[in-house]
């Protein structure tokens, strides 16, 4: 295999996988059809997986899969979890929380349960799991169809490997605002404010500079305006985050059920004149819902490019405010919100 790779151009090698990827979703989008046909109701999910790619690629996909099968709002039914049903209008009506069913610590367990059957996080097929999930939260729903994350993740495959652009997925999603649950009530500062999220990943590794750099970013945004925290559990210092009271920044509530925490950070971003935080999935969130956001990284080799790059060109498709401004801890040149 490698003397043939060694043997084709990669030109050639590029068109043949992207003739290979246009049968294969030609296949998919079969299916698809087939699925948006008759008058069943469509249970979308259940998503399972981080919130970057729920709003990156997962959201805009129904939007599409509804817009282009024309499927009316009645007859879809999102099963997601953390109360993001705000995400899908207005092209889902309906939402049912995988926290209704399961506990905080079933859903960690079953994750690691997912992502050893599957050998990554990425939802690629139908696990019992899940069927039995669905069948749980939608047991009062007769004559059900499921359109399942494995269906998005075959169809956009071919982008994430390479072997198209990013034309592939805008061909095949409809990106648009965000908009908050305005009956979740989060009570913002008097003046306008900024949301800062900083939490550790593979870009953004538990460090002692990232810490300090953290505490410090967080330091300076205080000392200009009011600051929403929404994050939970970051050990800036010894402290496990309690002093971030003593920093004069504002905490989202402690007691919030699971099932309730993405719709109240989505509340808190929405509201806010900024975001600065964490380069990851969460920081798309801001740019959608039509806020400004500085994100940080320290280890370029943590994350992916194509991500970053589609993000970037879904967010300027659906106009002015939606910017997303990802920068390097050790980039000393002026920003906004250092």
């Known amino acids: 295999m490698g003397k043939l790779k060694t043997l084709v151009p990669h030109a050639v090698r590029r068109s043949i996988s992207a003739q290979v990827a246009k049968v294969q979703a030609a296949r998919l989008e079969r299916g698809l059809a087939a699925i948006a046909a008759g008058s069943n109701t469509i249970v979308a999910g259940p998503w399972l997986g981080e919130v970057g790619f729920e709003l990156l690629y997962w959201v805009p996909f129904l939007r599409w899969f509804a817009s282009r099968f024309h499927v009316a709002p009645e007859r879809l039914l999102v099963v997601s979890r953390g109360g993001t049903a705000a995400w899908y209008r207005p ?186 935080g964490t380069y990851g999935g969460f920081s798309y969130l801001a740019p959608f819902a039509g806020v400004p956001a500085t994100a940080y990284y320290s280890n370029v080799a943590g994350f992916s490019q194509r991500h970053l790059a589609m993000a970037r060109s879904a967010l300027a498709s659906i106009g002015p405010g939606a910017r997303l401004d990802v920068r390097d801890t050790a980039d000393r040149h002026p920003s906004t919100f250092q």
């Open 91 to 276: 092209f889902a009506a309906n939402y049912r929380e995988t926290f209704d069913y399961l506990t905080p610590e079933e859903f960690r367990r079953r994750h690691d349960e997912r992502v050893a059957v599957n050998g990554e996080q990425k939802q690629t097929q139908v696990l019992a799991f899940e069927r039995e999930l669905l069948r749980q939260l939608t047991e009062d729903v007769h004559n059900r169809s499921m359109l399942h994350p494995s269906s998005m993740y075959g169809l956009f495959n071919p982008f994430w490997w390479g072997h198209v652009g990013e034309s592939w997925v805008h061909t095949r999603t409809e990106y648009a605002r965000l908009a908050a649950d305005r009956a979740v009530a989060f009570t913002p500062p008097p003046s306008p404010y900024t949301v800062v999220k900083f939490y550790f990943n593979e870009c953004f590794p538990a460090t002692d500079e990232n810490r300090a750099f953290a505490r410090r970013t967080i330091q300076r945004l205080a000392e200009r305006g009011p600051v929403v925290s929404l994050a939970t559990g970051l050990r800036l210092d010894d402290h496990d985050g309690d002093d971030l009271h003593t920093m004069g920044v504002q905490t989202l509530p402690g007691h919030v059920h699971p099932r309730d925490n993405l719709a109240l950070q989505t509340a808190a971003v929405a509201s806010a004149a900024a975001f600065v």
